[in-house]
């Protein structure tokens, strides 16, 4: 079945840049997507991607998608320490049902 | 007001009882899951359901049901609670954004359930 994979823990010091990476095994995936968890909350879209695209930018947040290798990439500038929480890579094919990896938690140190 | 919310917050039951989490949501989305979150494991989903009279099984079901009362609510129940369902358990509702065809998936706060 589907498959999404990401590392899950990531160290940084605040004002470096963070690099989060995700795997995922579905060719047709449509849409691929990065969701932040904040402690005690539920999960809240940061951005998406086409699966026609290879890279998108939204102020500090790159994602860089690499479709032949299935290989999905958010990178934050300027880590901050209200960047610190989970981030999930999610992958759909579309109309069809999410598959989310098991989440990365990014600690930004100061 | 949240657009999805969540009761209980976090509930503490003792095994083989029955205990039903609630789900409603204002965003008016078809499309409504419970995923069940475990450290490590992300989000796993329990339950899907695209309208009111559609309801299907996700990865991880046995042991849970649901109800869609509405095209607002859906609720998931432990008709025998055990602890290995001990987890923090989300409702979320997706829909198609204006002018784009991608699914934006909507959160609620979650439930903790503790089952001793």
């Known amino acids: 079945g589907e498959d999404v994979e990401q590392s899950l823990f990531l160290s940084v010091r605040e004002g470096d840049s963070s690099v989060i990476n995700c795997t995922y095994t579905d060719s047709s995936s449509t849409y691929l997507y990065w969701y932040k968890q904040e402690p005690g909350a539920g999960l809240q879209l940061l951005t998406y991607?086409?699966?026609?695209?290879d890279m998108k930018q939204d102020q500090r947040l790159t994602v860089l998608l690499n479709k032949k290798d299935k290989h999905l990439s958010l990178r934050i500038a300027d880590t901050q320490t209200g960047d610190s929480a989970i981030y999930f890579c999610a992958e759909q094919n579309y109309g069809q049902n999410f598959v989310f990896g098991p989440g990365t938690r990014l600690s930004v140190l100061p | 007001d949240a657009d999805v919310t969540q009761t209980p917050r976090n509930r503490i039951t003792k095994t083989g009882k029955r205990i039903m989490l609630e789900c409603s949501q204002t965003?008016?989305?078809?499309?409504m899951y419970w995923y069940r979150q475990d450290p490590g494991l992300g989000l796993r989903l329990i339950y899907y359901?695209?309208?009111?009279?559609?309801?299907n099984k996700g990865e991880i079901s046995d042991g849970y049901s649901v109800s869609r009362q509405a095209q607002a609510k859906f609720s998931l129940s432990l008709e025998s609670a055990i602890p290995n369902q001990t987890a923090l358990y989300f409702c979320?509702?997706?829909?198609?954004?204006?002018?784009?065809?991608?699914?934006?998936?909507?959160f609620g706060p979650g439930t903790r359930l503790t089952v001793l």
């Open positions: 359901s695209f309208d009111v009279k559609d309801i």
């Open positions: 991607i086409f699966s026609n695209m």
């Open positions: 979320a509702t997706s829909g198609t954004l204006r002018g784009d065809s991608y699914n934006e998936q909507f």
């Open positions: 965003k008016g989305h078809d499309r």
